[in-house]
């Protein structure tokens, strides 16, 4: 970590993001939110950033990354967009409803995974929002840019002019994301002077470009707070160094200077399960205790393994009783839809 950065406050890091090309998709700040029931149940104080309420078709985290991303279209150069992840994925959800709201077409490669075409959860909103879908065999997501660039060559020879958006595999597309998160978190920090404390632990479900935009802003902001990332997926690649390449690389876009290094990443995978894509059983019963204690719905493919998480490191003593922690609540709601099995079956109701 370079020692000569001064902190910026929440109103100077702003003033910066804002100077970064954006389109308008999200209603912002989302709401932090204190869960009186659960934080008893658990005995700490939960705050949940409702990033699920971000409005765009469901919302969710994706969304803040989107406003960056899709800023390159306002240059008129783009008649469609093309993406890809999961068949389930919450991210192309958004970015179809993103283009639509830029009056672009959108073409989709999805991975097959568990769920493939069941026309169900955030694979019926593509049906709705009227995305260009095709569905790859396969599950593993880190071939994604493969397909991605099969397909960008074949709508280049119609003549159409994608935007390519890699997402998660792309270098810019995740500095960009990783802006948006840490513009997440001036929000926060204004948040919680409102409501006056200081989080000591942040949980974020989080691939890579999410929990990349919070240790960023956390550092800039000068925040005590633990960071960490709970993964829905196992990486082939080294993720805690993929994670801070995106800090270094938005830390330079932000002309902070800042240097993470992979030794400051916390980020589990413990709590994946068998694999991305299938449930846990601990993520289910997070899910229904959340929903309890609060109605607020986790999704099962992110957060409810999050969520399960958050528990155990309570159980474990890692979060203290009494202590302030943030929950980032990343979305992904719709997908429980295309879960109705797996939640309603679970002997832990
Ligand atoms: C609900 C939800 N939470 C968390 C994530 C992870 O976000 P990121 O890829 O920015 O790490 C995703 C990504 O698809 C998501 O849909």
Same mark, same amino acid.
């Given at each position: ?65 989107? =406003? ?125 002077? =409102? ?155």
């Amino acid at each position: 970590m370079n020692n000569n950065f001064n902190p910026l406050s929440a109103e100077e890091l702003t003033s910066r993001i804002n100077k970064i090309p954006r389109v308008n998709l999200a209603q912002l700040p989302t709401v932090l939110e204190f869960a009186p029931n659960i934080s008893k149940e658990l005995g700490i104080n939960l705050y949940i950033k409702r990033d699920d309420c971000t409005a765009l078709a469901f919302g969710g985290n994706k969304t803040r990354h989107l =406003e960056f991303i899709m800023a390159k279209t306002l240059s008129g150069d783009y008649d469609c967009i093309l993406t890809g992840a999961a068949s389930q994925s919450n991210f192309c959800r958004q970015a179809v409803a993103a283009a639509n709201k830029l009056n672009l077409d959108s073409y989709l490669v999805l991975m097959h995974g568990i769920k493939g075409n069941l026309m169900q959860g955030n694979f019926l909103l593509y049906n709705i929002l009227g995305a260009n879908v095709d569905v790859i065999d396969g599950e593993n997501l880190e071939e994604i840019p493969k397909h991605l660039d099969i397909k960008y060559n074949e709508l280049i020879k119609e003549g159409r002019k994608p935007l390519l958006i890699y997402g998660g595999f792309g270098k810019e597309d995740t500095t960009l994301a990783g802006i948006s998160y840490a513009n997440a978190m001036a929000e926060i920090d204004l948040q919680m002077k =409102e409501q006056n404390f200081m989080a000591d632990h942040l949980f974020v479900t989080a691939a890579n470009m999410t929990q990349a935009g919070c240790e960023l802003g956390a550092k800039i902001l000068n925040w005590p707070t633990r960071i960490q990332g709970i993964s829905p997926v196992y990486w082939e690649m080294d993720i805690k160094k993929d994670i801070a390449r995106i800090c270094n690389d938005a830390a330079k876009m932000l002309d902070i200077n800042l240097e993470f290094s992979h030794k400051m990443i916390n980020h589990d995978n413990n709590y994946v399960g068998e694999k991305y894509g299938a449930t846990t059983e601990d993520g289910i019963k997070a899910t229904k205790l959340l929903a309890n204690k609060e109605g607020i719905i986790l999704d099962p493919v992110y957060t409810s393994k999050g969520f399960a998480a958050l528990i155990d490191y309570v159980e474990k003593g890692i979060i203290k009783k009494g202590e302030n922690v943030i929950f980032m609540f990343t979305g992904g709601s719709p997908a429980v839809f295309a879960y109705n099995d797996e939640i309603a079956n679970n002997s832990n109701q």
